[in-house]
């Protein structure tokens, strides 16, 4: 399902309103000097610092004048962990800022304090070859950066390019050939006009859905494959997170399109030889 909150200054999409039985999302648009204070309630939650800076208050934690880039395509993110049932405060600097809270439902207490992530510390890489090669920010996805569920990073989908490709889903609790996880997307466009496209469908027909991704858009994604394109001329991001069964990531290709997933490998194989 897509949502579309352009212009929207304050905008909230939770569980189980939203369809998913995890997670939820917000984002804010901060003037400068306008101080946003909240709770985590129920979830847990990491802040992403999209664009402009800001200074985050939790618990006894102070975290100052972080965020060093313009927008969502100038740099690697700050973020922040926020835990369970936690009072936190967002004040706006200089110009301003705009942030992303990816949250999921935990419903229990972790001995987690609130951290800082710096930029240095996102992990940075790229996925794919060819025409469905796409660069990514892996921001929190493993016992480095701990939450109890929810795992959250940035893809950058370049010019004409697929991302997410092959489609793949993670919707039943099977491992280690898939583990349950629902997914939602933050897609951001490189221009006021650009704009992609996202496939949605499952093996049985109940979801069957095309979209067009214009700049900031919301894509919740319970179940399913998935798969996103990037219209020449433009670059689409998408801030991801998920969280489910386990904290972990072992995706489930689509068997009809798994040949190019062995494709690729063959391929990264040669290239890697021929680097020698």
């Known amino acids: 399902m897509f949502v579309k909150i352009k212009g929207v200054e304050?905008?909230?999409?939770?569980?189980p309103a939203n369809g998913m039985k995890y997670l939820g999302f917000e984002r804010l648009v901060l003037p400068s000097g306008r101080r946003h204070t909240s709770s985590s309630e129920d979830f847990e939650?990491?802040?992403?610092?999209?664009?402009?800076k800001c200074t985050v208050r939790v618990r006894d934690k102070v975290f100052e004048k972080i965020g060093e880039r313009r927008n969502v395509f100038s740099g690697r993110p700050f973020a922040v962990y926020l835990p369970f049932k936690t009072e936190f405060s967002i004040e706006a600097l200089d110009f301003g800022c705009e942030v992303a809270l990816a949250k999921a439902l935990i419903h229990e207490t972790a001995k987690i304090e609130p951290y800082l992530i710096t930029p240095s510390q996102v992990n940075v890489g790229k996925w794919g070859i060819s025409n469905y090669s796409r660069t990514f920010h892996q921001i929190a996805v493993d016992e480095k950066h701990p939450a109890v569920k929810l795992m959250v990073g940035e893809t950058f989908?370049?010019?004409?390019?697929?991302?997410?490709?092959?489609?793949h889903r993670h919707e039943r609790h099977n491992p280690p050939e898939?583990?349950?996880?629902?997914?939602?997307?933050?897609?951001?466009?490189?221009?006021?006009?650009?704009?992609?496209?996202?496939?949605?469908?499952?093996?049985?027909g109940t979801i069957d859905f095309a979209g067009v991704i214009k700049d900031d858009t919301l894509h919740l994604?319970?179940?399913?494959?998935?798969?996103?394109?990037?219209?020449?001329g433009f670059t689409v991001y998408y801030l991801w997170f998920l969280a489910g069964e386990e904290r972990v990531q072992i995706p489930y290709v689509d068997p009809e399109m798994r040949f190019i997933d062995q494709?690729?490998?063959?391929?990264?194989n040669i290239e890697d030889n021929l680097s020698l």
Not at 187 to 195: A, N, S
């Open 10 to 15: 304050h905008f909230v999409s939770e569980p």
């Open 45 to 52: 939650i990491f802040l992403v610092v999209l664009g402009g």
């Open 157 to 167: 989908t370049p010019s004409g390019n697929w991302s997410t490709y092959p489609p």
């Open 178 to 204: 898939e583990v349950f996880l629902e997914e939602i997307y933050y897609y951001r466009v490189d221009h006021p006009k650009g704009w992609g496209l996202a496939r949605h469908y499952s093996d049985d």
């Open 221 to 232: 994604i319970p179940k399913g494959y998935h798969t996103v394109v990037a219209a020449p």
């Open 263 to 268: 494709a690729t490998k063959m391929i990264k």
